[in-house]
């Protein structure tokens, strides 16, 4: 059975940073990209970033560009997020998903909860 | 940016009924089209893929069409459990966007 497991949300002052983790088993984890996707409280789904299965190459969204980072352990079959300077907006539910531009989002985690507020 | 637009917004109807959910995207994105349903409280489920193909699991009154850059998922007789949201989703380029959401209530 394929798992995805978030970790490490909160509530964090504005201008903080997160870091969730995502723990993954039941598949080939270096065989996939990984996606992160955020839903702010009430409203669609939006993508966050993309890391290729071997870690070599990553994207941002222009929302989190120059504050994101994507990082993955394939000897730990974990994915990463940091997002720093957070913002108000950075509100939101993250989904670790399994897949990227090539691969299809198959398999998405329960969701983790980050609240940006003073 | 591939925008995705979708439509319409909500969509009142019973069970049994059929329902014809949009999505248009800015640019040509054959066929990397993708349809998700969310539930309250619950991650996305992937549905389809490809613009028409059924994911594992989904049910074969969800059919999936179109290409180009008009694309529909038609629910052909609405069950209980298939209300809620849903989403398209392109991967064809760089940044991976969705639609707004089609919101499908009883």
């Known amino acids: 059975e394929v798992l995805l497991v978030e970790s490490g949300g909160d509530l964090i002052q504005p201008g903080g940073s997160l870091r969730l983790s995502c723990a993954t088993s039941?598949?080939?984890?270096?065989?996939?990209?990984m996606t992160w996707v955020r839903q702010a409280p009430g409203k669609g789904l939006e993508w966050v970033s993309t890391?290729?299965?071997?870690?070599?190459?990553?994207y941002c969204a222009d929302s989190v560009k120059g504050r994101c980072t994507i990082s993955r352990d394939n000897s730990k079959n974990t994915l990463f997020l940091q997002i720093d300077n957070l913002r108000v907006e950075d509100t939101a539910v993250y989904y670790c998903?399994?897949?990227?531009?090539?691969?299809?989002?198959?398999?998405w985690g329960q969701g983790s909860l980050v609240i940006v507020s003073s | 940016e591939i925008v995705l637009t979708q439509s319409p917004g909500t969509l009142s109807l019973s069970p049994g009924e059929r329902a014809t959910l949009s999505c248009r995207a800015s640019?040509?994105?054959?066929?990397?089209l993708l349809w998700y349903q969310q539930k309250p409280g619950q991650a996305p489920r992937l549905l389809i893929y490809?613009?028409?193909s059924r994911a594992t699991g989904t049910p074969d009154r969800f059919r999936g069409s179109g290409s180009g850059t008009d694309f529909t998922l038609t629910i052909v007789s609405l069950e209980p459990e298939d209300f809620a949201v849903y989403y398209c989703?392109?991967?064809?380029?760089?940044?991976?966007?969705f639609g707004g959401g089609t919101k499908v209530e009883i």
């Open positions: 640019h040509h994105i054959d066929p990397f």
């Open positions: 890391i290729r299965n071997d870690g070599t190459v990553t």
């Open positions: 998903v399994r897949g990227g531009r090539t691969q299809n989002f198959d398999y």
């Open positions: 989703q392109q991967r064809s380029d760089w940044p991976l966007t």
């Open positions: 039941g598949f080939t984890f270096i065989y996939y990209a």
């Open positions: 490809d613009a028409s």
